[in-house]
């Protein structure tokens, strides 16, 4: 029975790092810069690059969507985690003390990936990789269930957003054979030797130099009921 266990933590694990920024956000940007790069299909169907009309591009488009998207949904989600760590915005009701990060970046890009691969098939694999990235993050009790939803969430829309546009052209422009294979290789072997990551680290440090704080806060705290934002601290008691 333990052998099983530690076999299904391991499984988790391997599929929780997949949703890490320090892995994701390099298979974004190969992604975004071929979608920006990618030319119609020539005549003998092999991809032309350095088009001048690339302007007239609809991949350019999809790539500026995208881009934004990210920015836009990775910019709410660390806002959201600064606000608990330094500040103690959370939502004790739900469970709430910010985005997830694995599963708003797992939405956001592994779709988007899987489109450039392999079309519509390719948007629904990546789509169920999203899911299991976001419920990974429940099964290991990095977050809450209304946490990994959110984030997912938040994702989904940074990914639908762009791929309303990317797959309203079909066929438009095709990845070499090689990138998919690249993307393989990487989200398959970086997980495994990648260092951990630090991008909470990071958040947590940023969290406390901006409410200078000596410590971030805590989910115990916020479910124990022992912190209150500041228009709740007591007023002054006046003498009957």
Known sequence: MTGG????????????????????LPAFLAGALWLALARPAGARGRLALGNPHAHDHPARLSALRWVTGIVVVAGITTISKVAFLGFGYGIAAIDFTGFSGHSMFACSILPVIG????GRSGTVAGV?????ITYSRVNLGAHSWSE????MALGAAAAGWTLADYLAHPGAVRAPWWLPLLLLVWLALLPMHAPPSRTHSL???????????PRPYTRFELLAGLIHPAWQKA??????
């Open 235 to 240: 007023q002054p008691t006046t003498a009957p």
């Open 128 to 132: 169920v990789l999203a899911v299991l």
């Open 203 to 213: 958040v947590v440090a940023i969290s406390l130099k901006l409410s200078g704080r």
């Open 148 to 151: 990994a939803i959110t984030g």
């Open 5 to 24: 266990n530690e076999i299904h933590s391991l499984f988790w694990l391997a599929v929780t790092r997949l949703g890490e920024a320090q892995i994701l």
């Open 115 to 118: 489109a450039i691969v392999a």
